[in-house]
């Protein structure tokens, strides 16, 4: 842990105060924020986003990659600052379900982000589709386990159990495509997930300390197989750590366990809330404060005030980007989006 920023125990105290006064406040005004409101739109596209636009700060280049068999296929968007790259290359800044996360970005943010004394290269792993979120092909990917996904106007479906797979896939072919686009810096590599990608970049962490060095976990789906990820995988991390550096990043909106949002007539929420019910409300600070404790970890756990799963989705980005790069905190900031991302 850094010795110039508080323990984690106290910016825990504080987050989860700033919290409390936050939900204390939609209450008095009768209701949750508007955006925390929404309801996500499954077939939400993407639009023109900055891939389709030139910039004067960064080049965007696309690829796509299959897995061996051929069933499976990526899309990934890079984007490579227009200055010259350091010795060592550029840091890279790594998000997964990269459709969505493309949204966030504009002109304004990527010049923010070429100013920065070291600026970062962007990759973003998303899927050959116009979808925003692609709801099974992320259950697929980024679930370490076999569980159970809640699907709007239908029976639960039980999947997912490919995590690593994608690890492998990110490893030996999605790095050597990138690296004939651009040098990164194999020690300043970051990844970002939200959701069950959240829950990825932690199965990453455990699995494959050194593949990044920081793990950014936006609103983890710790509930996922039955909170498996939350007992041996966790265990076995903690045992064999062996004062391995990594930095990790834990967001969660205050507001993600509260359900006055959602229409509890209906069976998928029915579903998904006793889904989650495998992991406490305070899963994530209790996990950060757990890896505090791990010799090598630099940990920063952050709760939003009333913000529920959705609008997390680019809080945790923006919040994982101010930390990792140096631009300011964007995090307050509405979404470029229409719609909000998974609630799973």
């Known amino acids: 842990?850094?010795?110039?920023?508080?323990?984690?125990?106290?910016?825990?105290?504080?987050?989860?105060?700033?919290a409390a006064a936050g939900l204390l406040l939609a209450l008095q005004i009768g209701a949750m924020p508007e955006a925390a409101a929404q309801q996500?739109?499954?077939?939400?596209?993407?639009?023109?986003?900055?891939?389709?636009?030139?910039?004067?700060?960064?080049?965007?280049?696309?690829?796509?990659?299959?897995?061996?068999?051929?069933?499976?296929?990526?899309?990934?968007?890079?984007?490579?600052?227009?200055?010259?790259?350091?010795?060592?290359?550029?840091?890279?800044?790594?998000?997964?379900?990269?459709?969505?996360?493309?949204?966030e970005f504009d002109d304004a943010l990527l010049a923010e982000l070429a100013a920065q004394p070291v600026p970062h290269a962007l990759v973003f792993v998303g899927y050959e589709n116009a979808l925003r979120i692609d709801s099974e092909a992320r259950t697929r990917d980024y679930t370490p386990?076999?569980?159970?996904?809640?699907?709007?106007?239908?029976?639960?479906?039980?999947?997912?159990?490919?995590?690593?797979?994608?690890?492998?896939t990110i490893e030996r072919t999605i790095r050597p495509e990138l690296a004939r686009?651009?040098?990164?810096?194999?020690?300043?590599?970051?990844?970002?997930g939200h959701s069950l990608a959240g829950l990825f970049a932690l199965h990453a962490l455990y699995t494959r300390t050194g593949a990044f060095d920081t793990y950014a976990a936006g609103s983890p789906s710790l509930w996922w197989g039955d909170g498996a990820l939350l007992g041996a995988p966790e265990q076995r991390f903690v045992a064999n750590n062996a004062g391995r550096p990594a930095r990790v990043l834990l967001g969660l909106g205050e507001g993600e366990r509260q359900v006055s949002h959602r229409d509890l007539s209906d069976p998928r929420v029915q579903v998904h809330l006793r889904r989650i019910a495998a992991a406490p409300a305070d899963s994530a600070q209790r996990l950060a404060e757990r890896l505090a404790e791990v010799d090598g970890l630099d940990v920063s756990y952050r709760e939003f005030p009333g913000l529920t799963h959705g609008p997390m989705f680019r809080a945790s980005l923006m919040w994982a980007l101010h930390v990792v790069t140096g631009v300011a905190d964007h995090s307050d900031t509405p979404s470029r989006a229409d719609g909000v991302a998974p609630d799973h």
């Open 1 to 18: 842990m850094s010795e110039s920023r508080p323990p984690l125990s106290t910016r825990t105290r504080v987050a989860t105060l700033a």
């Open 181 to 192: 686009r651009v040098v990164t810096d194999p020690a300043r590599q970051t990844l970002w």
């Open 40 to 103: 996500r739109n499954p077939g939400l596209t993407i639009g023109e986003t900055i891939a389709d636009r030139v910039s004067a700060h960064y080049t965007v280049e696309r690829f796509g990659v299959s897995s061996a068999d051929g069933t499976r296929s990526w899309r990934v968007h890079v984007a490579v600052p227009k200055t010259p790259a350091p010795a060592g290359g550029f840091p890279a800044f790594w998000m997964l379900d990269g459709n969505a996360a493309l949204i």
């Open 145 to 168: 386990v076999a569980g159970e996904r809640p699907v709007r106007g239908g029976a639960p479906v039980i999947g997912g159990g490919g995590a690593d797979a994608m690890l492998e």
